[in-house]
């Protein structure tokens, strides 16, 4: 992401779309069994409230992608390598993040599957000896897979001195679904690392950030991981947990004995909290026996209107460890597969917005998918999940507007703006 320029745009939300939208999305009114429900009218007020014009129809809003990885070395008989998948080259930069990695025998090929931004096309492969030296190789994605082979012609190594870290991918939400927000996309915002244990493959560690709450309206969040049965789980656990909110509404996420619950179509959910504010502050925002609401880490001018609204603090870390009971169930444990997600009240029922591909999924409260697609039917996010080291906007600046051919908001510069990417998904993909 580049040149990120954030405007001090005091956008308050604006009470008079919740009077529209309540009129307008009456899905659960019934009279004489007939359903209610102008979805024409639905559909023009969210289009013209989103902030780009015309957004690309068949838009995936994906940012990052997965390639296979396959890494063969054939050096030094029956020694045992240490093979990593750095997005940037160890040569020229001192802080690596670390894409894929894992263990492997002399005369053997380790294959595996990396995740990486989609801006991104060349890689840096390497092999490391026992004691920390390594070659490495540039290689670039070819018909879905990254392949290198290291041979005992390969001789030049240097000493592996250089900081990692393992990549990371953010979760950024719309806390008003299904009613349009100010598309800051910092309601909720969830930094979610994956690493797999290099002397158990069967076993996966998740780490999740609570980095940031951009609303003042209470906020509960789990992960889904598709496909993942509880068949295929040996356990979950957790050192910590998020604090929960003993009196939150979101009745359906709360601490399992276990680690996790069920979705309805029987895949793993983990409940991280039941209350984004209470978590954030380790349940140090009660107030007069009552839970408040501030934003966390969205406002940092002084002079912003959300300011005496506004709180700093350190995320919330918690960290889980997945035993599965086959290595490839734990390679399957992927950021194409975690769909983290959240749950907000709204007209009397409780919401779940999830990211692309999961946008109309419903895991924990099935009130819409099986028999109302309204709600669902634009291709308009409320959520998306970006590479880790996205900066989300400040309180109230949209994360890009683009009308009338105008590029303003956080992310706004011509052609490496949101605006142009949400009108054309093969344009200004680094914005």
Not at 26 to 41: A, R, V
Not at 249 to 262: A, L, Q
Not at 392 to 404: C, L, M, Q, R
Not at 412 to 430: I, K, L, N, P, R
Request: charged share 20%.
């Amino acid at each position: 992401m580049v040149d990120i320029k954030i405007q001090k745009m005091h956008i308050m939300r604006n009470s008079l779309w919740s009077m529209i939208v309540c009129a307008v999305l009456m899905l659960s009114i019934t009279s004489c069994s007939k359903e209610y429900f102008d979805q024409d009218s639905y559909e023009e007020l969210i289009k013209s409230a989103f902030p780009v014009d015309n957004i690309d129809s068949s838009h995936d809003w994906n940012t990052i992608t997965s390639a296979d990885v396959k890494v063969s070395v054939n050096q030094t008989s029956g020694e045992t390598y240490t093979v990593r998948v750095y997005e940037q080259d160890p040569s020229t930069n001192k802080d690596l993040t670390i894409l894929a990695e894992g263990n492997v025998v002399s005369g053997n090929t380790l294959t595996t599957s990396m995740t990486y931004p989609t801006v991104d096309r060349t890689f840096y492969v390497a092999r490391i000896d026992g004691d920390g030296y390594r070659q490495v190789k540039s290689a670039q994605v070819s018909d879905g897979t990254l392949s290198v082979n290291f041979t005992s012609n390969d001789t030049q190594q240097t000493k592996e001195t250089n900081s990692t870290s393992y990549f990371s991918w953010r979760y950024i939400f719309e806390g008003n679904f299904p009613q349009p927000g100010d598309y800051d996309f910092n309601d909720l915002v969830l930094t979610v690392t994956r690493q797999t244990d290099l002397d158990d493959p069967t076993t996966v560690y998740l780490t999740v950030s609570l980095d940031a709450i951009g609303t003042t309206s209470p906020i509960g969040a789990a992960i889904h991981i598709s496909g993942l049965a509880p068949s295929d789980l040996s356990s979950i656990r957790t050192s910590n947990n998020f604090a929960f909110y003993q009196y939150s509404n979101v009745s359906k996420i709360k601490e399992e004995d276990n680690g996790y619950t069920t979705a309805y179509n029987g895949d793993v959910v983990i409940p991280l909290f039941n209350d984004a504010h209470y978590a954030l502050s380790r349940g140090g925002s009660i107030v007069h026996g009552s839970q408040a609401y501030y934003y966390y880490n969205t406002v940092k001018d002084t002079s912003s209107v959300y300011y005496l609204s506004s709180r700093e603090d350190y995320p919330a870390v918690v960290s889980y460890t997945i035993k599965c009971k086959s290595e490839t169930t734990a390679k399957n444990i992927t950021p194409e597969t975690i769909d983290a997600f959240i749950v907000t009240q709204y007209n009397g029922a409780f919401w779940e917005t999830h990211a692309a591909p999961y946008k109309k999924f419903e895991v924990l409260y099935l009130y819409r998918n099986s028999d109302y697609q309204y709600s669902y039917s634009d291709n308009y996010p409320w959520a998306l999940q970006v590479p880790g080291n996205f900066k989300y906007p400040i309180e109230g600046t949209p994360i890009g507007k683009y009308k009338d051919g105008t590029n303003t908001g956080a992310y706004c510069t011509s052609g490496h703006s949101f605006g142009e990417w949400a009108e054309d998904e093969d344009q200004s993909q680094d914005w």
